[in-house]
Nanobody
Framework: QVQLVESGGGLVQAGGSLRLSCAAS????????MGWFRQAPGKEREFVAA????????YYADSVKGRFTISKDNAKNMVYLQMGSLKAEDTAVYYC?????????????????WGQGTQVTVSS
């Protein structure tokens, strides 16, 4: 079992920045592929960024590439999502997720554990 708790969401103007944090507890954090997903009202949950299970590779959705950066601190069991040049279309609830089996995935259905989400609202 892995417990995930996100924080850092809020209201920000377009062009601004936010850093989301995900605190993980339970089983060994480094054994999981870690991802960030988001879900806007009326839309499906979509992939944002992920670390491979080995931690050696990162992956990004095209819509955030060059603006968002995923990072982690294994010693603190933390995963971060630094978001920059924010746009109104980035408004969503952002979720941290962990996958125990795959090297990594951009599909929400392949992740085993989820946090409760944190709201990010970008005003234009």
């Amino acid at each position: 079992q892995v417990q995930l708790v996100e924080s850092g969401g809020g209201l920000v103007q377009a062009g601004g920045s936010l850093r989301l944090s995900c605190a993980a507890s339970g089983r060994t954090f480094s054994n999981y592929a870690m991802g960030w997903f988001r879900q806007a009202p009326g839309k499906e949950r979509e992939f944002v960024a992920a670390f491979s299970r080995s931690g050696s590779s990162t992956y990004y959705a095209d819509s955030v590439k060059g603006r968002f950066t995923i990072s982690k601190d294994n010693a603190k069991n933390m995963v971060y999502l630094q978001m920059g040049s924010l746009k109104a279309e980035d408004t969503a609830v952002y979720y941290c997720a962990a996958a125990s089996v795959l090297p990594w995935s951009g599909r929400a259905s392949r992740y085993d554990y989820w946090g409760q989400g944190t709201q990010v609202t970008v005003s234009s």
